[in-house]
């Protein structure tokens, strides 16, 4: 499994535009990126997922660099509800559905 | 639609009983999986049910075990418990085991405090 390494705290303000970046050096060729973020006593929710380059959806934004040693997670113009911690998972692409969460980037938005 | 439903929400146990948890994954999902998460850490994998049939296990001991029902609602079982196994657990479904999409859909978790 791709060992993944991301901050384990950031802050920022309402407003801003914040950046969480995970490296995962021993991705594999069929490993796909997945972050997911959670909320205090609240089950994990998915936010994007991505294999190369950049995707973009109503949330957020995933920047790969071409060699998928690492990967960033944009989050535009952060308000107070999108402190949560965000988990960075490598998936392996084998069917098996397990996700391996590490610790996480405790994000804290200030007003 | 309604989402990933668990039951219950809180429980309270003593060390050495055994505890039963519950778990429905949104219709037509088929594919079911429990995960512990420890104050603190990140939530970690337990067992994977795809169509009633175990598809994974993590690194847990045989005190915990599992099932999925003909109608993909699934029971996650622990017996002997220890104080250790204080946490939240998360079911979590997803449609299928098709791949590239690898988003599934958690609950809101049952919170398992053991004295």
């Known amino acids: 499994l791709a060992k993944t390494t991301q901050p384990i705290s950031m802050d920022s303000y309402e407003g801003q535009e914040v950046n969480i970046t995970c490296s995962h050096n021993?991705?594999?060729?069929?490993?796909?990126i997945t972050w997911y973020q959670q909320f205090p006593s609240q089950g994990p929710r998915f936010i994007i997922q991505?294999?190369?380059t950049k995707v973009t959806n109503e949330v957020a934004s995933l920047f790969i660099p071409a060699d998928r040693k690492s990967s960033t997670l944009s989050l535009p113009r952060v308000s107070l509800s999108d402190t949560a911690v965000y988990y960075c998972?490598?998936?392996?692409?084998?069917?098996?559905?397990?996700?391996?969460f590490g610790s996480g980037t405790r994000l804290q938005v200030q007003p | 639609d309604a989402g990933v439903t668990q039951s219950p929400t809180h429980l309270i146990k003593t060390r050495g009983q055994h505890v039963t948890l519950r778990c429905s994954p949104i219709?037509?999902?088929?594919?079911v999986s429990w995960y512990q998460q420890v104050l603190g850490q990140g939530p970690q994998f337990i067992f994977q049910?795809?169509?009633?049939?175990?598809?994974g296990r993590g690194n847990f001991p045989d005190r915990f075990s599992a099932r999925q029902f003909p109608n993909y609602s699934s029971e996650l079982n622990v017996n002997a418990l220890l104080l250790g196994d204080s946490a939240l657990y998360l079911c979590?479904?997803?449609?299928?085991?098709?791949?590239?999409?690898?988003?599934?859909?958690f609950g809101p978790g049952t919170r398992l405090t053991v004295t």
């Open positions: 219709s037509g999902h088929k594919s």
């Open positions: 049910y795809y169509e009633k049939e175990e598809r």
């Open positions: 979590a479904s997803s449609l299928t085991s098709v791949i590239p999409s690898y988003e599934q859909y």
């Open positions: 991505g294999y190369k």
């Open positions: 998972l490598v998936v392996m692409d084998t069917g098996r559905r397990a996700l391996t």
């Open positions: 021993n991705i594999a060729t069929n490993d796909y």
